[in-house]
């Protein structure tokens, strides 16, 4: 009588996932039948599915969208939480880096946006919104609360990537705004920066105004929230009224392309290209104000 030496592979009975031959699988996937090992079995409704079946699904699935045309998102609006810890760590920069250097290199004035007096350095428009005064914390308190509370409402409204966009357009529009409604300086005159969100914010509160308009709501407390901010920005002198205005502006005009542009399958290329068409206004009215 002999007796044979077991074998090491699995045996022809012993079902073996697909993926890898060599584990055998007692779990079968939910819509193929197919056996699944630990790393390919994903979760599904009831049971298990393969990755196979769970990719293929993915692929068929139409994508749902927004009424603006954005991938409808679920969860936390993660564009907003991203600028307000990115604003929170140039913060934090501000204090920690000796001096002014923060300051000094990212700050806005009209003289970096001037060609002719030799500091040419538009990106200053756009990194401004991300400082703020390190002498009051109520500055960059009052802006994060204001992001959080309409960023909430808006980014699952317009999706993440539309709201990205009208945050910096409008971001630039109050640089923008500050240039065309301020006189521009010279070296020697005292550089006095600009900083904040709020010319960013008040594109918030321009968007959500028209959106709001558009989906037929109430928009009273809206007026009496940008009415009783732009009565602050002139009673009070460190607050730069004309960014707020160019914000507003910038913002309502963003709003405008995505909310008024006709759904169908040349939606986003058609946003996209009035977008760019608001930034590229920005950029001619900024070059026609320091080219006079």
Same mark, same amino acid.
């Given at each position: 009588m002999s007796y044979g030496i077991p074998s090491a592979e699995p045996s022809a009975q012993v079902p073996v996932c697909p993926r890898? =031959?060599? +584990?055998?699988?007692?779990?079968? $996937?939910? +819509? $193929?039948?197919?056996?699944? $090992? =630990?790393? $390919?079995? +994903?979760?599904?409704?009831?049971?298990?599915?393969?990755i196979d079946c769970v990719n293929e699904t993915r692929r068929t699935t139409p994508e749902v969208r927004t009424v603006y045309g954005g991938a409808a998102t679920a969860g936390k609006p993660l564009v907003t939480y991203g600028i307000i810890a990115a604003c929170v760590l140039v913060y934090v920069l501000q204090w920690i880096i000796p001096g002014q250097a923060v300051y000094e290199q990212f700050a806005y004035n009209n003289v970096f946006a001037t060609p002719k007096y030799g500091a040419f350095e538009p990106w200053r428009m756009l990194t401004a919104a991300f400082l703020h005064s390190p002498d009051s914390v109520l500055h960059i308190v009052l802006n994060m609360y204001t992001l959080w509370i309409f960023g909430q409402a808006l980014e699952p409204l317009l999706g993440r990537i539309r709201f990205l966009a009208l945050y910096l357009i409008s971001a630039i529009g109050g640089s923008v705004g500050y240039l065309l409604l301020n006189p521009l300086l010279v070296p020697g005159q005292g550089l006095v920066g600009v900083v904040g969100a709020s010319g960013a914010i008040f594109g918030l509160f321009g968007a959500m105004l028209l959106v709001q308009r558009q989906r037929g709501g109430d928009t009273r407390q809206l007026w009496v929230l940008i009415a009783i901010n732009g009565v602050i920005g002139f009673l009070i002198p460190q607050i730069a009224w004309q960014a707020h205005l160019g914000g507003l502006v910038t913002g309502a005009l963003c709003a405008a392309v995505l909310a008024y542009t006709p759904r169908g399958r040349r939606?986003?290329?058609?946003? @996209?290209?009035?977008?760019?068409?608001?930034? @590229?206004?920005l950029v001619a009215a900024s070059w026609i104000r320091i080219s006079l």
């Open positions: 890898h =031959p060599d +584990r055998p699988s007692y779990v079968r $996937c939910q +819509r $193929c039948g197919r056996p699944a $090992c =630990p790393d $390919c079995q +994903r979760a599904a409704a009831v049971g298990f599915q393969c939606q986003g290329l058609v946003q @996209a290209a009035g977008l760019v068409a608001v930034l @590229a206004l």
